[in-house]
């Protein structure tokens, strides 16, 4: 199985800074198509998980472009840029490359 | 609007089994396979089973192999789990997804004497 490791487990930001959360994956997530297959989830406090970048780099629709992410084949970065309070909750990364799917442990954004 | 309506989740005996619902609308149901994801109190997310959009392939954890099933049903837009010889580690919220933008509100099953 794919093993997907968050790090840190918790950032604490103040609004209007910036916070990275990273995901190592222990294989590569590029498939034979040429498409990394990694995702990024927020789950707000008491909600759904909802998608924010899909295929590594792809804003979802509707998510504000303050994220983004970037990376390699096993190593990604989510950037929050201008933190907002509406930001707080726990990130997941995510890979669909294989069965079974697998997702991050999460990192809990807190805002300071 | 897109909606993704779960049904189903109720407190059960271990060794029980249960049955999930998760009706959809607002989009093409059938054009997209459809997966179960779980959550454990207080835990992160953990992938259960997909179902591809004809229903021809299925998917499932090690954990599940066996006593779950997966099926959806494309006239009536609703993606089904049958849970079978429940337990106590199967305990959680369930969602119905997409597994990328579209996800429901979830629904809490209980495996408790």
């Known amino acids: 199985d794919i093993v997907l490791t968050q790090a840190p487990l918790s950032v604490s930001v103040t609004p209007g800074e910036s916070a990275s959360i990273s995901c190592r994956s222990s294989?590569?997530?590029?498939?034979?198509?040429?498409?990394?297959?990694l995702y990024w989830y927020l789950q707000r406090p008491g909600k759904s998980p909802q998608l924010l970048i899909y295929?590594?780099?792809n804003l979802a629709s509707g998510v504000p472009d303050r994220f983004s992410s970037s990376g390699s084949e096993t190593d990604f970065t989510l950037k929050i840029s201008k933190v907002e309070t509406e930001d707080v909750g726990v990130y997941y990364c995510?890979?669909?490359?294989?069965?079974?799917?697998?997702f991050g442990s999460g990192t809990k954004l807190e805002i300071k | 609007e897109v909606q993704l309506v779960e049904s189903g989740g109720v407190l059960v005996q271990p060794g029980r089994s249960m049955k999930l619902s998760c009706a959809a609308s607002?989009?093409?149901?059938?054009?997209?396979?459809m997966a179960w994801v779980r959550q454990a109190p207080t835990k992160g997310l953990e992938w259960v089973a997909t179902?591809?959009?004809?229903?021809?392939?299925?998917y499932y954890r090690d954990s599940v192999k066996g006593r779950f099933t997966i099926s959806r049903d494309n006239a009536k837009s609703t993606l089904y789990l049958q849970m079978d010889s429940l337990r106590s580690e199967d305990t959680a919220t369930y969602y119905c997804?997409?597994?990328?933008?579209?996800w429901g509100q979830g629904t809490l099953v209980t495996v408790s004497s």
């Open positions: 179902i591809s959009t004809s229903g021809g392939s299925t």
């Open positions: 995510g890979h669909r490359l294989e069965y079974p799917l697998t």
């Open positions: 295929q590594m780099s």
């Open positions: 997804t997409t597994i990328g933008a579209y």
């Open positions: 294989k590569s997530l590029l498939s034979s198509k040429g498409i990394t297959s």
């Open positions: 607002g989009f093409t149901f059938s054009s997209f396979p």
